[in-house]
């Protein structure tokens, strides 16, 4: 079965502070993605990574960036924390970059906390 | 652009009652595929169903049937004799070859003992 792996589940935070978020997949999948789910939104794309050391931004890409420097691993740096990041943050891997035959799967999740 | 619609945002049911969740979609792309993932309150989002846009026979699960109509854009997932454990919120996705995925805003499913 493949297995992402979010480091923490639940996570607080002050505003302005540096926040690293990391997911780990075990499947060498080539593609990761972070997510945030709020409230009436569903998930918004923030980020993706299609190889080591490349990324692409999503959605909502402000406020955030990534990391990639291992294919197993893939980092969400909050650069400067605010309140309007407190989030639920999904990591998910796919052996596709694209909404293609294959399913992403998804990390437990992490939510996040900024005061 | 591609979108997911999820027009229910929350539906309660009592056990063993029938439900379906239904999901429209928009896409200018001939092949497609569209995805149910289910998120129980532990957060975990959940693969349920994978279909491609060439295939519209309908699939059962188990309690689980989808519903695959290119003619109305719909995929819509219907749960029989639902159970407590079905609670959860369950998200209609899209993709196809020339983009990630897209996500409907997903339907909360209380289903009450």
């Known amino acids: 079965d493949v297995k992402v792996t979010q480091s923490s589940r639940y996570l607080v935070k002050r505003t302005g502070e540096k926040v690293f978020l990391e997911c780990v997949q075990d499947m060498d999948h080539e593609n990761m993605f972070w997510y945030r789910q709020d409230p009436g939104l569903g998930l918004r794309l923030i980020y993706f990574?299609?190889?080591?050391?490349?990324?692409e931004k999503g959605d909502i890409p402000e406020g955030y960036s990534v990391s990639r420097e291992k294919k197993e691993r893939f980092s969400l740096i909050l650069e400067s924390a605010s309140t309007n990041q407190t989030s639920m943050y999904l990591c998910?891997?796919?052996?596709?970059?694209?909404?293609?035959?294959?399913?992403?799967?998804f990390g437990d999740g992490t939510r996040l906390s900024i005061l | 652009a591609q979108k997911v619609t999820q027009a229910q945002t929350e539906i309660s049911v009592v056990e063993k009652e029938d439900v379906t969740l239904d999901c429209v979609y928009e896409?200018?792309?001939?092949?497609?595929?569209l995805f149910w993932y289910k998120q129980p309150p532990s957060g975990e989002l959940v693969f349920l169903i994978r279909r491609n846009s060439f295939d519209e026979q309908n699939e059962i699960s188990g309690r689980y049937s989808w519903n695959f109509q290119k003619s109305t854009s719909s995929f819509n997932f219907t749960i029989t004799a639902s159970q407590v454990v079905d609670s959860a919120v369950y998200f209609c996705?899209?993709?196809?070859?020339?983009?990630?995925?897209?996500f409907g805003k997903g339907t909360m499913l209380l289903v009450s003992p």
């Open positions: 996705a899209l993709g196809s070859g020339y983009s990630t995925l897209t």
């Open positions: 896409t200018r792309d001939t092949t497609y595929y």
């Open positions: 990574s299609y190889d080591v050391k490349m990324k």
């Open positions: 998910a891997s796919s052996p596709e970059i694209t909404g293609s035959n294959q399913p992403q799967h």
